[in-house]
């Protein structure tokens, strides 16, 4: 019987995360794998527990999975929501409910910090993972996603 384990992220793990987010970007029509950049944004919410969480699936102490979860404030609810950043499971390890044991614990997590809301994008042609998401509560708004991309004048950290 394999040792399966939801636990938070570690700096240690960096590495693995960042493959995992390889993974991911190489799928998803609006993103690039780019090591460095997916460092750099796991390093910042690592460092201020108040920016997020990354969760870990372990199945005997390898990582098979993750989740990201970064924390707002809605004016619209009116306290604090979580954006959905990032859920992915190692190809190999994929179809044995490994996402769907993250997504759980990612909710469980926001229900007993008292969060009001979790919002997610999903590319729109990946049926699959809509299903999951479905299957637990999550539904289509009428909302529509737009972005405006921004490139730094200065290479420093941002700081707010």
Partial sequence: MSDIVIEPATLED???????????????????????????GLRLIFEEPSRGRVFV?????????????????????????????????HREFRGHGYGSKLLQHAIDFAKQKNFLRITLLTDRPEIQSQELFRRFGFFESSMIPMRLLLTPSLPAEITL
């Fill in 14 to 40: 960096l590495d693995e995360l960042s493959t995992l987010l390889g993974e991911l970007f190489s799928q998803e029509s609006d993103f690039r794998p780019d090591k460095k950049r997916q460092l750099h």
């Fill in 57 to 89: 699936l372990r199945r005997d102490r390898t990582i098979v999975g993750m989740i990201n979860l970064l924390f707002t404030i809605s004016t619209a609810e009116g306290g604090f929501v979580i954006l959905l950043e990032d859920l992915v499971v």
